[in-house]
């Protein structure tokens, strides 16, 4: 492994800690299920802990993003501008609030119960989508704060895909791939992929052995079989493109973030102080309290929508939605 991939695998290794300590906290709230009473159970033991801990991951994940980048880019001190980590917790990467991808995972559960399904198997099951929901909004969140990162410091060319063994066939296939600073990052229900931020000049000259066909050959014969099938491990050892042979069966992989929040739009958020016009509204206990009438697009959709513009524009809209001091 060369070194300049050291930093990004590291980089992974600490999200996936922050994951896994998060899927702890979930699988013990599981266990107070109780399926007598499921929706009560489900309110009172599982939903504040899942939200709570899926908040509490993504903004630990969003603040690896600046330390990650001065590491990378070989600054002793962090980054200004930084990303502020609580902009990206809270919501998914859709802009959908947390509490929506539990009602979700609670709404699956009560049909595949009443499909059939023992409660035993049924639980089992909403806990793996309650865990993959919990562990792909957490590294969402850690690489869309990553990618604003590298946008805020001009010096970024674009990023280099990194990825982690095992992976699966489509990422595979992105190994070592350049992308503008201002282009999503593709990726699937808990993909663990990074990124790489790279100035032009390192891209040119650095990992050379950053590649889909190196990623393969560092596979054994039974994994290469296992993650692309027999016959298509097979024809990629003869020589055959592994884009080819996996685009052939395989869809193109969706971009995080394109939408819109309510997140941090209050009076007292960074993004609702800065968009102004704010209006008092109620809140669902009777109380009252101020939010800007502006849409706050996710920062993954603030980079959607500025792909074609200047960067310094970009940086600004990142600052003026509240994801950038």
Same mark, same amino acid.
């Given at each position: ?12 290794? @600490? /999200? ?8 702890? #906290? ?38 690896? @993003? ?34 929506? &991808? ?5 709404? +699956? ?29 957490? *590294? ?10 590298? %946008? ?67 596979? *054994? ?14 024809? %990629? ?7 080819? #042979? #996996? ?13 819109? /929040?309510?997140?941090? /739009? ?44 200047? +960067?310094?524009?970009? %940086?600004?809209? &990142? ?7």
């Amino acid at each position: 492994m060369t070194a300049q991939l050291t930093r990004p695998l590291r980089h992974v290794d @600490a /999200t996936q800690v922050i994951v896994r300590r998060q899927a702890e #906290v979930i699988q013990r709230s599981w266990r107070s299920l109780e399926f007598g009473g499921l929706r009560g159970s489900f309110a009172a033991h599982v939903l504040p802990v899942f939200l709570s801990a899926v908040t509490d991951g993504q903004t630990q994940a969003a603040a690896l @993003a600046t330390p990650y980048v001065a590491d990378v880019l070989g600054e002793a001190d962090e980054l200004t501008p930084s990303v502020v980590p609580a902009a990206f917790a809270g919501v998914g990467a859709s802009g959908l609030p947390l509490a929506a &991808l539990a009602e979700l995972v609670l709404w +699956r559960l009560l049909a595949d119960i009443g499909a059939g399904m023992s409660a035993t198997d049924a639980a089992a099951r909403g806990l793996r989508r309650a865990l993959t929901y919990a562990g792909t909004e957490i *590294t969402d969140a850690g690489r869309t704060a990553t990618q604003v990162q590298l %946008i805020a410091d001009t010096r970024v060319a674009g990023y280099e895909r990194v990825v982690k063994l095992p992976a699966c066939d489509r990422c595979v296939i992105l190994t070592g791939r350049l992308y503008r600073y201002s282009e999503g990052f593709r990726r699937h229900p808990r993909c663990d992929c990074s990124m790489r931020p790279v100035t032009a000049e390192q891209y040119r000259t650095e990992n050379p052995d950053n590649h889909p066909r190196a990623l393969f050959d560092a596979m *054994t014969a039974a994994e290469q079989n296992a993650r692309f099938g027999v016959g298509n491990a097979d024809a %990629i050892r003869a020589g055959a493109d592994l884009s080819q #042979v #996996v685009n052939a069966r395989r869809g193109a992989m969706p971009v995080a973030g394109r939408w819109t /929040t309510r997140s941090g /739009t209050t009076s007292r958020g960074l993004a609702g102080a800065r968009l102004g016009q704010l209006a008092t509204v109620p809140t669902s206990s009777g109380g009252r309290y101020r939010r800007t009438q502006l849409a706050r697009p996710t920062a993954g959709q603030v980079v959607t929508d500025y792909a074609d513009r200047s +960067r310094d524009e970009l %940086i600004a809209a &990142l600052r003026r939605y509240g994801y950038v001091l």
